[in-house]
C-alpha cells in the first residue's frame, strides 16, 4: 500500500537535479540503466520505490530494491549503477541526508531502555535492510507535504525526526546511532576519513593519522577497514583518482598536469591507475565525460 502512494509521490515530483522545496530531501528518477560510475556517498538514507541500484565499496556490493533502504553513515568513494530502469518504469528513490547533529540529539532525548544494546565491533558505514512498515509510512507522510506547502514549515522538522528515530531503532540502527555519537568507533574513521579527503595530494603515514584521530594504529587500521572496506591508502587512491576525474572534465588537455596536482609523481603510475579504475586512459576518458551528461549516483535509487 505504502509503496504504490510511493512511487506516484517521488513520480509526480521528481526534478532533474533531485532537490525538493524541503531542505535533506531528495527525490530521484532516472529512466535508463548506467555504466558504473564513481562518486561520494553523502551521508543519507535512501529508500527504493522502483527498479534496482547496485553500489559498491571497495570489495563490498550492496544491492537494493523497491521497500529496501541504504544507509550511509560516512562519506565514502563508491561506484554506483541503476540495474532496473527503463523510461515506461523508470528507478524512483527517495533520500534524506543525515546530520551528525540530528542523531545526536534524538539520543539525548532517548529514555534508559528506549535504544537497543550496541554491540562491540564498530558496523559497516554502508548498510541496506528492507523498511518497514513504520518507516515507509514516515517517508510517504513526509512526500505528501510537497502538496501541502502551508503544512511544510511545521510538519517536515517532525516528521524528518520520525524517520530518524525509525533508524536508530530499527536494523541498521547501530550505524546510524554512531553517527551521533561524539566518541564512537565510526566518528573516529570519520574524523580521519575528513582528514585524508581535505589532504589527499600528501602522502602520509597511518601512524600519525590514526594518532590524530585518537586510535592505537592497529586498532585504527582494523576499524578504518570495517567502515570503508579499504584500507587508508586505498581510500587515499580513490579520492585521488576520482579527483583527477573531476579536473579532467574542464583540464582535457593536461594529463600530466593534473596527475601532479592529485599526488601523482609518476606520470605512468597515474595514467595506470586511472585506467584501472575508470576503464579507459585520462585523455581519453576526459572525452568522453565531455560528450556525455551525468546524473548524479550516489547511494540514492
Known amino acids: 500500500m505504502y509503496l504504490d502512494e510511493l512511487r506516484t509521490l517521488l513520480d509526480r515530483h521528481a526534478r532533474p537535479d533531485w532537490s525538493t522545496p524541503i531542505d535533506g530531501v531528495l527525490i530521484s528518477k532516472v529512466d535508463r540503466p548506467d555504466p558504473p560510475a564513481p562518486s561520494m556517498s553523502?551521508?543519507?538514507?535512501?529508500?527504493?520505490?522502483?527498479?534496482?541500484?547496485?553500489?559498491?565499496?571497495?570489495e563490498r556490493v550492496y544491492e537494493?530494491?523497491?521497500?529496501?533502504?541504504?544507509?550511509?553513515?560516512?562519506?565514502?568513494?563508491?561506484?554506483?549503477?541503476?540495474?532496473?530502469?527503463?523510461?515506461?518504469?523508470?528507478?524512483?528513490?527517495?533520500?534524506?541526508?543525515?546530520?551528525?547533529?540530528?542523531?545526536?540529539?534524538?539520543?539525548?532525548?532517548?529514555?534508559?531502555?528506549?535504544l537497543p544494546r550496541a554491540g562491540g565491533?564498530?558496523?559497516?558505514?554502508?548498510?541496506?535492510?528492507?523498511?518497514?512498515?513504520?518507516?515507509?509510512?514516515?517517508?510517504?507522510?513526509?512526500?505528501?507535504?510537497?502538496?501541502?506547502?502551508?503544512?511544510?514549515?511545521?510538519?517536515?522538522p517532525l516528521i524528518k525526526r520520525e524517520i530518524l528515530w525509525r533508524l536508530i531503532t530499527g536494523e541498521q540502527g547501530a550505524t546510524v546511532r554512531q553517527l551521533g555519537l561524539a566518541d564512537s568507533g565510526l566518528s573516529h574513521v570519520s574524523r580521519a576519513v575528513r582528514w585524508i579527503r581535505e589532504h589527499y595530494a600528501q602522502p602520509f603515514r597511518v601512524e600519525d593519522v590514526a594518532r590524530m584521530s585518537g586510535?592505537?594504529?592497529?586498532?585504527?587500521?582494523?576499524?578504518?577497514?570495517?567502515?570503508?572496506?579499504?584500507s587508508p591508502i586505498q581510500f587515499?587512491?580513490?579520492?585521488?583518482?576520482?579527483?583527477?576525474?573531476?579536473?579532467?572534465?574542464?583540464?582535457?588537455?593536461?594529463?600530466?598536469g593534473v596527475g601532479r596536482r592529485v599526488g601523482y609523481d609518476n606520470p605512468s603510475q597515474f595514467s595506470r591507475e586511472y585506467r584501472r579504475q575508470f576503464g579507459a586512459p585520462p585523455s581519453q576518458d576526459a572525452a568522453r565525460l565531455r560528450d556525455t551528461a551525468r546524473a548524479p549516483v550516489g547511494v540514492l535509487p
Open 42 to 58: 553523502g551521508t543519507v538514507l535512501a529508500v527504493i520505490a522502483q527498479g534496482a541500484k547496485r553500489l559498491a565499496l571497495g
Open 64 to 114: 537494493y530494491g523497491p521497500g529496501q533502504y541504504l544507509v550511509a553513515s560516512v562519506d565514502l568513494p563508491v561506484t554506483g549503477q541503476f540495474t532496473q530502469a527503463e523510461p515506461g518504469q523508470p528507478a524512483l528513490g527517495f533520500g534524506l541526508t543525515l546530520a551528525p547533529a540530528d542523531v545526536a540529539e534524538l539520543l539525548l532525548q532517548a529514555g534508559p531502555g528506549d
Open 121 to 156: 565491533s564498530v558496523p559497516s558505514g554502508i548498510a541496506v535492510s528492507d523498511a518497514s512498515v513504520a518507516l515507509l509510512d514516515a517517508v510517504v507522510r513526509m512526500l505528501r507535504l510537497l502538496d501541502e506547502p502551508r503544512d511544510r514549515a511545521v510538519l517536515a
Open 215 to 230: 586510535m592505537s594504529a592497529s586498532a585504527f587500521y582494523r576499524n578504518f577497514q570495517a567502515v570503508t572496506a579499504m
Open 236 to 256: 587515499q587512491k580513490q579520492i585521488r583518482l576520482q579527483e583527477a576525474r573531476l579536473l579532467l572534465a574542464t583540464r582535457p588537455g593536461d594529463v600530466t
